[in-house]
């Protein structure tokens, strides 16, 4: 089975369409699991979920709640997932059609974890640009909007997903199967939102991520990104 673990927070926009393009895109939706970790939503997006879950026999949808923080959501439906692969998405993230086969046939190949290539849903030059630049097995052109796809054998050897920090969760367990020489980029495109880049600003929100990587770089304490993160991008 697929474990599909999805950190939800007031998402009551967009979590049902998401659902339906998981069970049609999907190779076959009855080997699928999907765990949706609300973290206090103070929206609909609960209901929503277990309206969707009522209704559609054989696609199998849950939800559980935990602390607020992608982290430790995302954690936490690994500890209550029953696959033996654990795919962990973005909840405004699209996987290609045939997502489940694609990572399944990963798997089969000895690549135990990995992602897809990504395009943001939006056609700035810049967003193209680094969107391109996922199809390249360089670490700086990871990020969780591409999601992540994982054994559970290889998920607890390294720990899981740190859930003592509140940022950079997935950089830090990216950063932990490089150094392990763990890592496939499946040569399919998932689509991703583009909505915080144009709210903030595209070129704005991109310069204070990439000053939170150089922060980090010389050495910055999380609790420092983390309180630059909430000023200039949440």
């Known amino acids: 089975m697929l474990s599909i673990i999805i950190p939800v927070f007031n998402e009551e926009a967009s979590i ?5 393009h998981l069970m049609e895109v999907a190779f076959d939706a009855t080997g699928l699991e999907v765990i949706v970790v609300d973290g206090g939503s103070r929206d609909n997006t609960v209901l929503k979920v277990n309206a969707f879950a009522s209704i559609k026999n054989g696609f199998q949808v849950i939800t559980a709640s935990a602390a607020k923080g992608r ?6 439906g690994a500890t209550i997932a029953s696959g033996e692969i654990l795919y962990f998405l973005h909840a405004d993230s699209y996987p290609p059609k045939d997502y489940d086969r694609l990572i399944l046939n990963a798997v089969a190949q000895e690549h135990p974890a990995g992602c897809f290539r990504m395009k943001f849903k939006s056609r700035h030059p ?3 640009a680094v ?6 097995s360089w670490k700086v052109s990871r990020g969780g909007d591409q999601s992540q796809y994982i054994t559970r054998e290889l998920y607890d050897e390294i720990g899981g997903y740190n859930t003592q920090i509140p940022i950079y969760e997935d950089y830090d367990l990216i950063t932990s199967l490089y150094n392990r020489g763990h890592y496939h980029v499946i040569p399919k495109w998932l689509k991703t939102s583009a909505r915080r880049y144009h709210e903030k600003g595209v070129l704005r929100l991109q310069w204070f991520y990439l000053t939170i990587y150089w922060k980090k770089y010389r050495g910055a304490s999380m609790e420092e990104l983390y309180q630059y993160y909430l000023s200039k991008c949440d």
């Open 71 to 76: 982290g430790k959501q995302m954690h936490y």
């Open 126 to 128: 810049w967003l193209m």
């Open 16 to 20: 049902e369409g998401l659902l339906h």
């Open 131 to 136: 969107g391109w630049l996922t199809r390249f």
